[in-house]
Each structure stands twice: as structure tokens, then as C-alpha cells.
Nanobody
């Protein structure tokens, strides 16, 4: 059984930093990443990373967020710096195959950025 366990969300002031972690057990996936959904908005991609280290970021987070992964621990991280109030959302971890034939979501973790 595949499980994704997220941690690291919370409340932070604008300009601050948070680090999210997502540990995957039960399988190995080529692509791991983070999506977010703010109240009243659609879920959107934040960042993804492949097992080879190729990364993809939403324009809104480029230069502020950094995604990384530890393949030995099957864990993906999202370092979020210079946080803005508009980054407030539920952040969910995704692990999937390259073709999307298999995908698993985490339970989500709340990130709240106060002004």
C-alpha cells in the first residue's frame, strides 16, 4: 500500500520561510511534486521534480521556492522562502509515474501566510 506523509505546514509571516516534506512509502515514482489549492481557486502546480533531478516550477514561485528530493529516503521537499500572503493554500504532495498511469496524493498540509 502506497502512503504519502506530509509535514511542515503552518503559519508564517509574509517574508518568512517554511519547508514542506513528503515521505513516500510502498512504491517508487519517477515524478514527485507539490500542488496547492487556495480557497475558491482551482488546484495548481507549484513544482515537480523527477528522479533524475529535472525540476519544473510555477512562474509565481520561481526564485522563491526550491524543490528537492532524496531518492534514498523516497522523500521530496519544498523549501519556501520570501513567502507572500497569496501563497496561502493547502499544499498537497503528488507522486506519479511519468505517464500519469499511476498517481498518489498526500492528505494536504495548510500553509498560511499572514501580512
Amino acid at each position: 500500500q502506497v502512503q504519502l506523509v506530509e509535514s511542515g505546514g503552518g503559519l508564517v509571516q509574509a517574508g518568512g520561510s517554511l519547508r514542506l516534506s513528503c515521505a513516500v512509502s510502498g512504491s517508487i515514482f519517477n515524478v514527485m511534486g507539490w500542488y496547492r489549492q487556495a480557497p475558491g481557486k482551482q488546484r495548481e502546480l507549484v513544482a515537480t521534480i523527477t528522479s533524475g533531478g529535472d525540476t519544473n516550477y510555477a512562474d509565481s514561485v520561481k526564485g522563491r521556492f526550491t524543490i528537492s528530493r532524496d531518492n534514498a529516503k523516497n522523500t521530496v521537499y519544498l523549501q519556501m522562502n520570501s513567502l507572500k500572503t497569496e501563497d496561502t493554500a493547502v499544499y498537497s504532495c503528488l507522486a506519479r509515474s511519468s505517464s500519469w498511469s499511476k498517481s498518489v496524493w498526500g492528505q494536504g498540509t495548510q500553509v498560511t501566510v499572514s501580512s
